[in-house]
Protein backbone atom coordinates (compact mmCIF):
# COMPACT_ATOMS: atom_id res chain seq x y z
CA UNK A 1 0.00 0.00 0.00
CA UNK A 2 1.03 3.52 -0.50
CA UNK A 3 2.25 5.71 2.30
CA UNK A 4 4.07 9.21 2.83
CA UNK A 5 6.27 9.83 5.43
CA UNK A 6 7.37 13.43 6.47
CA UNK A 7 10.15 14.93 9.62
CA UNK A 8 10.54 16.41 11.22
CA UNK A 9 6.69 16.22 12.55
CA UNK A 10 7.36 19.46 14.63
CA UNK A 11 9.93 22.10 14.42
CA UNK A 12 10.84 24.99 16.32
CA UNK A 13 13.38 27.34 14.61
CA UNK A 14 14.59 30.99 15.20
CA UNK A 15 13.98 33.42 12.27
CA UNK A 16 17.09 33.79 9.62
CA UNK A 17 18.12 29.96 10.35
CA UNK A 18 17.79 27.49 7.58
CA UNK A 19 14.92 24.42 7.24
CA UNK A 20 14.44 21.33 5.76
CA UNK A 21 11.47 19.27 5.28
CA UNK A 22 11.78 15.77 3.99
CA UNK A 23 9.13 13.62 2.64
CA UNK A 24 9.08 10.20 1.38
CA UNK A 25 6.89 8.37 -0.89
CA UNK A 26 6.63 4.30 -0.67
CA UNK A 27 4.28 1.89 -2.96
CA UNK A 28 4.63 4.03 -5.58
CA UNK A 29 6.39 5.14 -8.65
CA UNK A 30 6.39 8.57 -10.42
CA UNK A 31 3.91 10.35 -8.94
CA UNK A 32 3.10 13.64 -8.89
CA UNK A 33 4.40 15.26 -5.27
CA UNK A 34 3.35 18.22 -3.78
CA UNK A 35 4.29 20.95 -0.58
CA UNK A 36 1.38 22.61 1.04
CA UNK A 37 1.03 25.38 3.74
CA UNK A 38 -2.17 25.29 5.78
CA UNK A 39 -3.10 28.06 8.84
CA UNK A 40 -4.50 27.45 12.04
CA UNK A 41 -8.16 25.50 10.95
CA UNK A 42 -8.09 26.63 7.44
CA UNK A 43 -7.66 26.08 3.72
CA UNK A 44 -4.49 24.59 1.72
CA UNK A 45 -2.03 26.58 0.06
CA UNK A 46 -0.03 25.09 -2.76
CA UNK A 47 3.70 26.05 -2.49
CA UNK A 48 5.43 23.91 -5.11
CA UNK A 49 4.73 20.69 -6.98
CA UNK A 50 6.56 18.39 -9.59
CA UNK A 51 5.50 15.72 -11.80
CA UNK A 52 9.00 14.73 -12.03
CA UNK A 53 12.76 14.34 -10.95
CA UNK A 54 14.47 17.66 -10.88
CA UNK A 55 11.22 19.44 -12.44
CA UNK A 56 9.79 22.18 -9.63
CA UNK A 57 6.87 24.37 -10.15
CA UNK A 58 6.43 27.26 -7.69
CA UNK A 59 3.08 28.71 -7.34
CA UNK A 60 3.98 31.21 -4.54
CA UNK A 61 6.88 33.66 -4.49
CA UNK A 62 8.56 33.40 -1.23
CA UNK A 63 11.60 32.59 0.41
CA UNK A 64 11.16 28.90 0.40
CA UNK A 65 12.42 25.99 -2.26
CA UNK A 66 11.51 22.97 -3.01
CA UNK A 67 13.91 20.31 -5.28
CA UNK A 68 13.08 16.33 -5.93
CA UNK A 69 16.40 14.63 -6.03
CA UNK A 70 14.75 11.23 -6.53
CA UNK A 71 11.48 9.80 -7.65
CA UNK A 72 9.96 9.35 -4.13
CA UNK A 73 11.44 11.71 -2.28
CA UNK A 74 10.48 15.51 -2.42
CA UNK A 75 12.73 18.10 0.12
CA UNK A 76 11.18 21.58 1.27
CA UNK A 77 13.93 24.34 2.25
CA UNK A 78 14.75 27.75 3.24
CA UNK A 79 18.17 29.52 3.25
CA UNK A 80 16.64 31.91 6.29
CA UNK A 81 13.06 31.31 8.00
CA UNK A 82 10.77 34.32 8.35
CA UNK A 83 8.23 34.73 10.77
CA UNK A 84 5.63 34.72 8.12
CA UNK A 85 6.73 31.25 7.43
CA UNK A 86 5.42 29.65 10.77
CA UNK A 87 2.28 26.67 9.92
CA UNK A 88 1.64 23.28 8.97
CA UNK A 89 3.19 21.72 6.24
CA UNK A 90 1.66 19.01 4.45
CA UNK A 91 3.36 16.88 1.71
CA UNK A 92 1.11 15.12 -0.39
CA UNK A 93 1.30 12.54 -3.56
CA UNK A 94 -0.74 11.26 -6.26
CA UNK A 95 -2.48 7.78 -5.98
CA UNK A 96 -0.41 4.88 -7.85
CA UNK A 97 -2.44 3.99 -10.98
CA UNK A 98 -5.01 6.72 -10.59
CA UNK A 99 -5.09 9.52 -12.86
CA UNK A 100 -8.30 10.96 -10.99
CA UNK A 101 -5.87 13.78 -9.21
CA UNK A 102 -6.45 12.35 -5.85
CA UNK A 103 -4.12 12.68 -3.24
CA UNK A 104 -2.73 11.44 -0.02
CA UNK A 105 -1.33 13.49 2.28
CA UNK A 106 1.40 13.12 5.01
CA UNK A 107 0.91 13.98 8.98
CA UNK A 108 2.16 17.04 8.47
CA UNK A 109 5.29 18.90 10.03
CA UNK A 110 4.22 21.41 12.38
CA UNK A 111 7.21 24.65 11.97
CA UNK A 112 7.36 27.32 14.14
CA UNK A 113 9.40 30.29 14.13
CA UNK A 114 10.74 32.53 16.40
CA UNK B 1 -6.94 29.60 -11.54
CA UNK B 2 -10.70 28.34 -10.01
CA UNK B 3 -12.27 29.32 -6.63
CA UNK B 4 -13.94 27.03 -4.46
CA UNK B 5 -16.32 28.82 -1.75
CA UNK B 6 -17.14 26.59 0.88
CA UNK B 7 -19.92 27.57 3.42
CA UNK B 8 -20.30 27.61 6.57
CA UNK B 9 -16.82 28.27 7.68
CA UNK B 10 -17.69 27.11 11.47
CA UNK B 11 -20.84 24.82 12.43
CA UNK B 12 -21.17 23.99 15.73
CA UNK B 13 -24.02 20.90 16.53
CA UNK B 14 -24.93 18.55 18.88
CA UNK B 15 -25.13 15.25 18.40
CA UNK B 16 -27.76 13.25 16.74
CA UNK B 17 -28.39 16.90 14.48
CA UNK B 18 -28.64 16.73 10.47
CA UNK B 19 -25.72 19.13 8.74
CA UNK B 20 -25.32 20.13 4.89
CA UNK B 21 -21.96 22.27 3.88
CA UNK B 22 -21.53 23.40 0.31
CA UNK B 23 -18.54 23.72 -1.97
CA UNK B 24 -19.49 26.63 -4.82
CA UNK B 25 -17.62 27.89 -7.80
CA UNK B 26 -18.49 30.15 -10.93
CA UNK B 27 -16.76 27.70 -12.70
CA UNK B 28 -16.74 23.70 -14.50
CA UNK B 29 -14.74 21.33 -12.46
CA UNK B 30 -13.80 17.76 -14.23
CA UNK B 31 -14.19 16.63 -10.88
CA UNK B 32 -14.51 17.60 -7.41
CA UNK B 33 -13.08 15.62 -4.34
CA UNK B 34 -13.76 16.20 -0.26
CA UNK B 35 -11.30 15.50 2.38
CA UNK B 36 -11.58 15.21 5.94
CA UNK B 37 -8.80 16.54 8.48
CA UNK B 38 -8.77 16.12 11.93
CA UNK B 39 -6.50 18.46 14.38
CA UNK B 40 -3.09 17.60 13.62
CA UNK B 41 -3.07 15.28 10.79
CA UNK B 42 -3.08 15.28 7.20
CA UNK B 43 -6.63 15.58 5.10
CA UNK B 44 -8.02 12.18 4.37
CA UNK B 45 -10.24 11.36 1.17
CA UNK B 46 -13.30 11.02 1.22
CA UNK B 47 -15.10 10.46 -1.91
CA UNK B 48 -14.65 11.55 -5.57
CA UNK B 49 -17.57 12.77 -7.48
CA UNK B 50 -17.09 12.75 -11.61
CA UNK B 51 -21.13 13.08 -13.07
CA UNK B 52 -23.06 16.21 -13.06
CA UNK B 53 -25.92 14.91 -10.71
CA UNK B 54 -23.96 12.16 -8.80
CA UNK B 55 -24.82 11.58 -5.44
CA UNK B 56 -22.70 9.03 -3.56
CA UNK B 57 -23.29 7.77 0.24
CA UNK B 58 -20.53 6.63 2.37
CA UNK B 59 -22.32 5.75 5.50
CA UNK B 60 -23.72 8.61 7.13
CA UNK B 61 -22.42 11.38 4.44
CA UNK B 62 -24.07 11.96 1.36
CA UNK B 63 -22.33 13.74 -1.22
CA UNK B 64 -23.99 15.40 -4.78
CA UNK B 65 -22.25 16.87 -7.33
CA UNK B 66 -24.26 19.37 -9.01
CA UNK B 67 -25.44 19.04 -12.67
CA UNK B 68 -23.52 21.70 -13.84
CA UNK B 69 -20.30 20.49 -12.20
CA UNK B 70 -19.44 23.52 -10.25
CA UNK B 71 -20.80 22.95 -6.93
CA UNK B 72 -21.57 20.20 -4.25
CA UNK B 73 -22.91 19.35 -1.08
CA UNK B 74 -22.15 17.28 1.48
CA UNK B 75 -24.45 16.05 3.97
CA UNK B 76 -24.52 14.54 6.96
CA UNK B 77 -27.54 12.41 9.08
CA UNK B 78 -27.34 12.14 12.97
CA UNK B 79 -23.85 13.51 13.24
CA UNK B 80 -21.86 11.77 15.85
CA UNK B 81 -18.61 13.55 17.91
CA UNK B 82 -16.01 11.45 15.42
CA UNK B 83 -17.62 13.67 12.22
CA UNK B 84 -16.13 16.79 14.09
CA UNK B 85 -12.83 18.02 11.69
CA UNK B 86 -11.94 20.26 8.96
CA UNK B 87 -14.19 19.75 5.54
CA UNK B 88 -12.31 20.79 2.50
CA UNK B 89 -13.69 20.39 -0.94
CA UNK B 90 -11.39 20.30 -4.12
CA UNK B 91 -11.96 20.68 -7.59
CA UNK B 92 -9.84 18.98 -10.32
CA UNK B 93 -9.02 21.59 -13.35
CA UNK B 94 -7.64 18.37 -15.15
CA UNK B 95 -4.36 19.89 -14.67
CA UNK B 96 -1.24 19.11 -12.25
CA UNK B 97 -3.02 20.80 -9.41
CA UNK B 98 -6.26 20.69 -7.11
CA UNK B 99 -7.81 23.73 -6.07
CA UNK B 100 -8.77 23.33 -2.70
CA UNK B 101 -11.68 25.27 -0.75
CA UNK B 102 -10.83 26.93 2.49
CA UNK B 103 -13.07 24.31 4.34
CA UNK B 104 -15.85 24.30 6.84
CA UNK B 105 -14.90 23.32 10.66
CA UNK B 106 -17.52 21.14 12.02
CA UNK B 107 -18.11 20.80 15.77
CA UNK B 108 -20.29 17.90 17.19
CA UNK B 109 -20.65 18.05 21.02
CA UNK B 110 -21.57 15.10 22.52
Known amino acids: SQTIHQWPATLVQPVGSPLSLECTVE??????LYWYRQAAGRGLQLLFY??????ISSEVPQNLSASRPQDRQFILSSKKLLLSDSGFYLC?????????????FGEGSRLTVL | TQLLEQSPQFLSIQEGENLTVYCNSS?????LQWYRQEPGEGPVLLVT?????EVKKLKRLTFQFGDARKDSSLHITAAQPGDTGLYLC??????????FGKGTMLLVSP
Open chain 1, 92 to 104: ASTFTDQNTGELF
Open chain 1, 27 to 32: GTSNPN
Open chain 1, 50 to 55: SVGIGQ
Open chain 2, 27 to 31: SVFSS
Open chain 2, 49 to 53: VVTGG
Open chain 2, 90 to 99: AGDEGYSTLT
